[in-house]
């Protein structure tokens, strides 16, 4: 029996796979965890990027509504 590396990739919607020779193995090794972590990095960006959206609007919903006089009535501006 023969061992192979393969390299899964999916392109279109499909999944293919390589079959890589011996002294591909190390380069592509080390390519796909390069490209693992620059995707961890660009994932913990976003992510710090939409708690601080988060933060801000949250911080923006527990201030008080404004409210405005109706007919002698307090009325809220909105009505949700």
């Not at 999916?10 to 591909?24: K, W, Y």
């Not at 965890?33 to 911080?59: H, M, P, S």
């Amino acid at each position: 029996m023969h061992e192979a590396t393969v390299l899964n990739y999916s392109e279109a919607g499909r999944t293919r796979a390589v079959m890589l020779p011996a002294e591909a193995v190390g380069p592509v090794r080390r390519a796909v965890e390069r490209y693992r972590a620059a995707q961890r990095a660009l994932e913990d960006q976003a992510n710090a990027g939409l708690a601080k959206i988060v933060e801000a609007w949250g911080a923006k919903r527990l201030r008080p509504r404004p409210t405005r006089m109706v007919s002698g009535a307090r009325a809220s501006w909105w009505s949700g």
